[in-house]
């Protein structure tokens, strides 16, 4: 069952630390995504499992199996890992045909011919690309190409798939149709998946579980509502979510258990955390995603229409209260005009609290405006 | 067990003295030799295998060893390099025990005591067969013939530089006009400026000066008369790289009033047309009026054997060959060349070396050696 | 306790040498540091040895003993000014032609260059194909056309006329024909396709849309050169101007040619005169251009340093806007046309012609023949050979001889080349990396004269490293820098990930460079290979030194056939060269695709 194990893993390249003491545990099966700005240490973390970059310190288990301990001594070259790798750019083989792209590698595993040919064939069906055996990468579209590197990478069958961007280079169409493709693949193949990507909304689509990583450390590791409902701190917060997350300066005045007393944007508010609230200083930062921020009339926060900005099935409104400015979110298509005085109200039970200082979350719950 | 251990240690003892055997060195080897006669020495020749290398700072060297490879049957390998880079290769083939010549034929007496002989690269051999017939002073080393460089001019139109003393060649009026391959690019014309500063030199140049003006010579700051020559006669003269290259140069009908001190031998090249140059030593000959003190210089061309010699039989007898009429053929067709061995004349028309050696300054390593430096320091003034 | 090295240790060698990156870099840090720092050190040693000869008796020390009296010649003898007139006067002729011939390249390289990519020039094809013949042509070349051209009766040695003052009855002055001006013009030009080649890279692969935006923002032409496009290629303008130099300081044969006959010397001319009489001082020159070869390199690698930030290289821009050359199209493109004819064309024929006539400056049909090329019993000439060189079974010797020494040193230059390029690239920005890049870079800074000298002291401390052995360690050493950078060139085009793709499915490491790298970037590779081949096919004072005497090189008898003054003999041999070397580089770039611009280029 090649479920994945990185215990302790760090990887420094000079003094810059690249990945800083990483425990991940990848479940046999899942999808995982891991995500993170560019330079977080993602592709870095995603190479280093694959084998094709040597760790610093730390273990990583692969089926149970050492394949890599700084401590040991031990290390596995990436063909003995059993794992397939789909790059960024697609690297397929300019000189040679989709077919050789596809059998090469089966070659090398020394197949027998006819099995490689019902191989390639399989493939070629699988990801639709039969037509084009005989040409060259450079006679493809950017999506054939990619279809074609899919089909390298999974001939081999290889239990755990490794995945580093696939989609950053295809048009916004493509991208959701190989997004579709590849959660089928998913399912499909039985094997797991390890995707780095710094696109969130690929990350929530397609995974089961989010590795959220920034300047080499892990943020949070969580399955995608999880992340986007209950981030660890701002930063998970900030990354997540579309239009992004409120974010309200607020000054503690009170903290008594799950009860914390609130000034923010000129008003005193109580919050209601589901748990006994620790670790916050004098200073917090409300978190509020903009659909639990809707526009009410005669809700408690007073504001005028920034701009409004539709997207068809639900449209963003921009409000500025005061120095802030506010993200709502209706659904349906509205269009205010610009200045309007408006009211909105904070609704639900999934409002965050982050202590400024830190930064990381420190309750959850419910906002009532006072006066 | 015991048996089998002392027939090994026989056997190492004999491997052991095998080499010190064929170890005898080549010197030994040539002094043994240099009483054989010439049937021994074919014999001992014909006995020895590989081929036979010779190097050779003249280009008819090849010639020579092809006729005697054809005589004997012996295949053999021959390069024409400049001297120097002859010196050169020597020194790295035998201090690197790597296999190079067997037999070397070299001008510069200079270097070819300093380096060669002083180093051992070069072994010196008389044929007993000719030992009677080469001057006593021409044996050690060993002189396969000498060569001469002599003054030679453009004899067409008004300007004839014929020259009758060579302080001419200091005037005003011969600025440009003279050619001479750069002492740079030859020792041997390094050495002739190195000769004239010697006491004999530079005191005939003295009187050749004050027979000319009427006056005795003011030196300034010059040591000697010789110092004086060099500094006004190089200063008068353009260089070129090759002796070929000037002798052609000097015979157009576009340079008169040019005059050149090269290889008397190279007027036999097809592209010099020697009917527009006239030598002027073969016209003293005819006027009676020789160029004063020296209408040139003359240099030996040395025939030794190579220390590391893979075939020093071989080298030997064509050393024997070198010496004769039939191995001096390859030169003796034409004028500028003139055999160690008394017997063979120079080429009709020529003068007889005798005469040559009277009118030409002659090469003395021991001088040159000693006072290279001085020399060179003061030449390169003019080469700039 | 019995090993010293913790499991870790081990593993972290163990993980270092199964790269093959590191194995790579490691072997070539080790064979280079012996085959380039070794010859250096030795070259220091000579410089303050006594040497057997002249040395010996002037020095008054036996052979070998430590002296510093060499020094002190060179340096600080004012006794016939003799310092000033070998060292000091020789140096600062060399930076004066070094100087000039670099401006020349870069203003004549790089204004073609511009021309070429950036304007609607007329017969484009014609000059740029034509343009990088003398590079490719030995320099020497336009040396002997510009003396056998110009050469009067009126200056050098001035006994009979070229073809300028006997057909045209035109009489160049002293300055124009030899010394200072025509030694820089001469080597500008042959370098001036270094110039095209790199700063043409450069404007090539740049970003139009900088061009665009100045365009769009109205700036002036003039301004925009001086502004944009000046600023964006002047790293490789600085680099270009400093690898001419270093290479322009080391030339040796056009000094020589041009230089001697008004006794106007440059360092490498006089070390070559000096290192048969007084070695020791020959060796310290050699020292100095090597110092100044080095200085150079460190100047050039902080200019392009720094050269990756400024130029962007994206390729996605391809509508260049082409400056309209209006009314100046067609005189500019007849002047190029008829320059690159002067200069590329002209002197094959005067080589041709010149190896067909009897007696020197008689241009008339009755003195020409046939002879000196395919003629037999030639005796009657005494020009050294018996029969035409196309029948002679020495010259036919000595061209399979250079031909084979060429092929040899292209093949193991160009693989190491490959390999270098390999290693450097995927271990970037190690230093290992960058210690590897520069000595690999360091023949290229070594006079080939001294260089040559150098290994013949080594192939006497050597054994076996003799006759072919040794040229061909030499020649594969010296163009090493030409093989390297193409690979590094090479490597760069490539994405990491086309290796790894073939890593992951556990491809042995040779059989991806066998299968996947090689293929894929074959042309590049083998320009790593073809400018070694040229380049010793014309190369004359590395090998001078070390060439057996049993077997010659084109080169070598080409060199002894001028000094002995065979000069049809000689010119036919020139020829001869000139063409094999044409030939080469054509079938190369026909059959391959490969190129010498892709060699050089940055």
């Known amino acids: 069952m090649p479920e994945i194990i990185l215990k302790n893993v760090t990887k420094r390249f000079g003094k810059f630390v690249a990945v800083d003491n990483l425990d991940l545990y990848i479940a046999d099966r899942s999808f995982i995504t891991l995500l993170g ?25 692969i089926d149970g199996e050492t394949v890599f301990s700084a401590e040991k001594g031990i290390n596995v070259p990436p063909n003995k890992r059993d794992v397939g790798f789909l790059f960024q750019n697609y690297a397929l083989w300019p000189h040679m045909t989709v077919y050789q792209n596809i059998a090469f590698g089966l070659e090398n595993l020394k197949w027998e011919k006819k099995k490689i040919k019902s191989r390639v064939e ?31 990478t999974l001939a081999p069958s290889p239990k755990v798939l490794f995945m580093d961007e696939p989609l950053s280079n295809l048009d916004a169409k493509l991208r959701q149709e190989m997004r579709t493709e590849l959660k089928r693949l998913h399912s499909d193949t039985n094997s797991t998946f390890v995707y780095v990507t710094h696109d969130q909304l690929e990350a929530m689509t397609l995974s089961t579980q989010v590795c959220l990583m920034n300047n080499g450390l892990l943020q949070q590791y969580d399955p995608p509502l999880k992340i986007y409902g209950g981030p660890a701190n701002l930063f998970v917060a900030e990354f997540v979510g579309n239009p992004t997350m409120n974010f309200i300066p607020a000054d503690v005045v009170k903290l008594e258990g799950n009860r914390v007393e609130l000034t923010m944007l000129g008003k005193k508010a109580l919050f209601q955390a589901r748990d006994n609230v620790e670790n916050l200083g004098e200073k917090a930062v409300l978190g509020v995603r903009p659909e639990f921020l809707p526009i009410q009339d005669g809700g408690a926060v007073k504001g005028h229409v920034y701009s409004t900005l539709p997207t068809g099935m639900e449209t963003t409104v921009k409000v500025t209260c005061g120095d802030t400015m506010l993200t709502s979110v209706v659904f349906g298509n509205v269009d205010y005009p610009v200045d309007m005085p408006i009211s909105l109200s904070a609704n639900g039970d999934q409002l965050m609290l982050f202590d400024q200082q830190s930064g990381n979350a420190v309750g959850q719950g419910s906002l009532t405006i006072m006066d | 067990m015991k048996r089998f251990l002392s027939l090994a240690l026989a056997l190492l003892m004999v491997l052991c003295l095998v080499p010190a055997a064929m170890a005898e060195s080549v010197a030994d080897l040539a002094k043994a030799a240099e009483s054989m006669t010439h049937e021994e020495l074919v014999e001992k020749a014909l006995a020895e295998e590989g081929t036979f290398v010779v190097y050779g700072n003249t280009s008819r060297i090849v010639t020579a060893a092809e006729n005697f490879s054809a005589l004997y049957g012996i295949a053999f390998e021959g390069s024409n390099l400049k001297d120097a880079e002859i010196y050169t290769k020597l020194s790295t083939e035998i201090e690197g025990k790597s296999k190079g010549a067997d037999m070397v034929m070299i001008q510069d007496g200079a270097s070819l005591q300093s380096i060669a002989i002083a180093n051992g690269y070069l072994v010196n051999f008389v044929p007993a067969s000719v030992k009677a017939n080469v001057a006593e002073a021409d044996q050690n080393p060993l002189i396969q013939q000498f060569i001469n460089k002599t003054f030679i001019w453009n ?9 009758t003393n060579v302080w001419q060649l200091t005037e005003p009026q011969f600025k440009g006009n003279i050619v001479f391959k750069s002492p740079d690019a030859e020792q041997v014309n390094m050495n002739f400026l190195v000769m004239l500063t010697n006491e004999e030199w530079s005191g005939k140049l003295a009187t050749a000066y004050k027979n000319l003006y009427g006056k005795e010579i003011d030196l300034g700051e010059y040591p000697n008369a010789g110092y004086k020559w060099i500094a006004e006669f190089l200063g008068n003269c353009v260089f070129g790289n090759s002796d070929t290259t000037l002798a052609e140069e000097v015979s157009q009908e576009t340079a008169q009033g040019k005059i050149g001190l090269f ?73 500028g060349a003139y055999s160690g061995n008394a017997e063979i004349a120079p080429l009709e028309g020529d003068l007889p070396l005798a005469d040559w050696k009277a009118s030409l300054v002659m090469e003395d390593p021991a001088y040159i050696l000693a006072n290279y430096e001085d020399v060179y320091f003061f030449v390169n003034m003019f080469l700039q | 306790m019995l090993n010293p090295f913790s499991a870790r240790q081990r593993a972290r060698v163990r993980a270092f040498f199964g790269k093959p990156a590191n194995i790579i870099l490691v072997a070539f840090c080790a064979v280079l540091s012996v085959l380039t720092l070794y010859p250096l050190i030795l070259l220091l040693l000579e410089t303050v040895t006594v040497h057997a000869g002249k040395e010996v008796t002037s020095i008054k020390l036996p052979r070998g003993s430590f002296t510093l009296y060499s020094l002190k010649n060179i340096f600080a003898t004012s006794r016939f000014n003799y310092s000033q007139l070998t060292f000091y006067q020789p140096l600062f002729n060399t930076l004066a032609v070094a100087l000039t011939a670099s401006l020349i390249a870069i203003l004549f390289g790089g204004g073609v260059a511009w021309l070429i990519t950036r304007t609607n020039l007329k017969c484009k094809k014609f000059i740029s194909s034509v343009f990088v013949f003398p590079y490719i042509m030995p320099a020497w070349t336009l040396a002997t056309f510009w003396a056998t051209f110009f050469k009067n009766v009126n200056v050098g040695a001035g006994t009979s006329n070229g073809i300028m003052a006997a057909v045209f009855g035109i009489y160049m002055p002293e300055w124009f024909v030899y010394g200072y001006f025509p030694i820089s013009l001469v080597l500008g030009l042959h370098y001036a396709p270094f110039a095209y080649i790199l700063i043409g890279g450069i404007l090539r692969n740049m970003d139009a849309n900088l061009e665009e935006a100045a365009t769009i923002l109205k700036t002036r032409r003039w301004r925009m050169m001086m502004r944009i496009t000046l600023p964006i290629v002047k790293p490789a303008l600085l680099s270009t101007l400093l690898l001419v130099f270093s290479s322009a300081m080391s030339a040796y044969s056009v000094p020589i040619f041009l230089g001697s006959p008004v006794r106007y010397y440059v360092l490498s001319t006089k070390m070559m005169s000096l290192i048969n009489n007084f070695p020791g001082q020959g060796y310290i020159i050699a020292a100095v251009m090597i110092i100044f070869g080095v200085s150079i390199l460190a100047v050039n690698q902080k200019i392009t340093g720094s050269r990756k930030s400024y130029t962007t290289v994206t390729g996605k821009s391809s509508q260049i806007s082409l400056v309209n050359l209006r009314g100046g199209n067609w005189p500019i493109a007849i002047i190029l046309t008829v320059l690159m004819i002067l200069v590329a064309v002209v002197p094959l024929i005067t080589f041709a012609l010149e190896s067909v006539i009897i007696k020197a ?125 193409s690979g590094v060139n090479a490597m760069l085009q490539l994405s990491g990930e086309i290796e790894e793709a073939a890593v992951i499915v556990g491809v042995p490491w040779y059989k991806r460079m066998i299968r996947i790298l090689f293929p894929i970037q074959k042309s590049s590779f083998l320009s790593g290979y073809l400018l070694p081949m040229v380049s010793c096919m014309r190369e004359l004072s590395l090998f001078v030194l070390l060439v057996p005497t049993s077997n010659t090189l084109l080169t070598t008898m080409l060199m002894q056939y001028s000094e002995k003054g065979w000069a049809q003999f000689g010119n036919a041999i020139n020829l001869m060269i000139i063409i094999v070397v044409l030939l080469v580089n054509f079938l190369v770039n026909k059959v391959t695709g490969a190129s010498i611009d892709k060699g050089v280029g940055g």
Do not use: H
Request: charged letters at 15%.
């Open chain 1, 122 to 152: 399989e493939m070629l069906a699988l990801l639709k690309i039969e037509q084009f055996v005989k040409r060259y990468p450079s006679e493809l579209s950017g999506g054939q190409q990619q279809r074609v590197a899919i089909a390298r």
């Open chain 2, 263 to 335: 290889v008397l031998s190279k007027l036999r090249s097809s592209s010099v047309l020697t009917e527009n140059l006239t030598v002027g030593q073969y016209q003293a000959a005819e006027t009676g009026v020789a160029i004063e003190p020296f209408s040139g210089f003359m240099y030996p061309m040395y025939a030794m054997l190579s220390s590391n010699a893979s075939r020093p039989y071989t080298a030997m007898l064509f050393i024997e060959y070198l010496m004769g009429a039939d191995g001096f053929k390859p030169w003796g067709k034409s004028i």
């Open chain 1, 37 to 61: 700005p560019s330079g977080c240490g993602k592709t870095t973390t995603l190479r280093m499992i694959a084998g094709l970059e040597t760790p610093t310190e730390g273990e990583i288990l």
């Open chain 3, 361 to 485: 400056g008689d241009y008339s049909l009755s003195n020409m023949t046939l002879d000196f090329w395919i003629g037999r019993n030639l005796n009657y000439l005494d020009q050294g050979d018996s029969t035409g060189i196309l029948l002679s079974a020495k010259v036919l010797k000595a061209l399979g001889y250079s031909l084979l020494l060429a092929i040899t040193c292209s093949v193991v230059a160009g693989t190491s080349g490959v390999l270098v390029g390999y290693g450097i690239v995927k271990r970037r920005g190690s230093k290992l990396s960058t210690l590897v890049s520069n000595l690999s870079f360091f023949p290229y800074l070594m006079p080939s004269l001294a260089f040559g000298a150098i290994y013949l002291a080594m192939s006497t401390r050597v054994p076996g490293l003799q006759g072919f052995a040794v040229l061909a360690l030499i020649g594969s050493v010296k163009y090493l820098p030409f093989a390297s950078r």
């Open chain 2, 155 to 163: 004899n067409k139109g008004e300007n004839v530089p014929a020259i």
